[in-house]
Nanobody, 125 residues
Framework: HVQLVESGGGSVQAGGSLRLSCATS????????MGWFRQAPGREREGVAA????????YYADSVKGRFTISQDNAKNTVYLQMNSLKPEDTALYYC???????????????????WGQGTQVTVS
């Protein structure tokens, strides 16, 4: 079955960087939409980035565009979220999510995902 394991979270000062990883298993790395979400206490869950694994098409929420970069390593079946110029408002629990979609146009950060990881905490002070 599909497993998603996030890592790379931590504490960083404002302006710093972190790279999150989402190690996947249980499926072939094609025709999937892989997304990164975040949820801060008292706030709604927000989809921040997505990548369509066939072709590497990427999508970003306006709140992170220009600062975050989502990427994939097909050999390692891993998706990354490079986060630069971090702000205190980026503090949240970050989740990796996966869904099968037939075409890249259906892949979006805030779409419905089927499978989820456990999350990794990012704290920016």
């Amino acid at each position: 079955h599909v497993q998603l394991v996030e890592s790379g979270g931590g504490s960083v000062q404002a302006g710093g960087s972190l790279r999150l990883s989402c190690a996947t298993s249980g499926f072939s790395f094609g025709y999937w939409c892989m997304g990164w979400f975040r949820q801060a206490p008292g706030r709604e869950r927000e989809g921040v980035a997505a990548i369509y694994t066939t072709g590497g098409y990427t999508y970003y929420a306006d709140s992170v565009k220009g600062r975050f970069t989502i990427s994939q390593d097909n050999a390692k079946n891993t998706v990354y979220l490079q986060m630069n110029s971090l702000k205190p408002e980026d503090t949240a629990l970050y989740y990796c999510a996966a869904a099968v979609v037939p075409v890249a146009g259906a892949c979006r950060p805030n779409m419905d995902y089927r499978d989820w990881g456990q999350g990794t905490q990012v704290t920016v002070s």
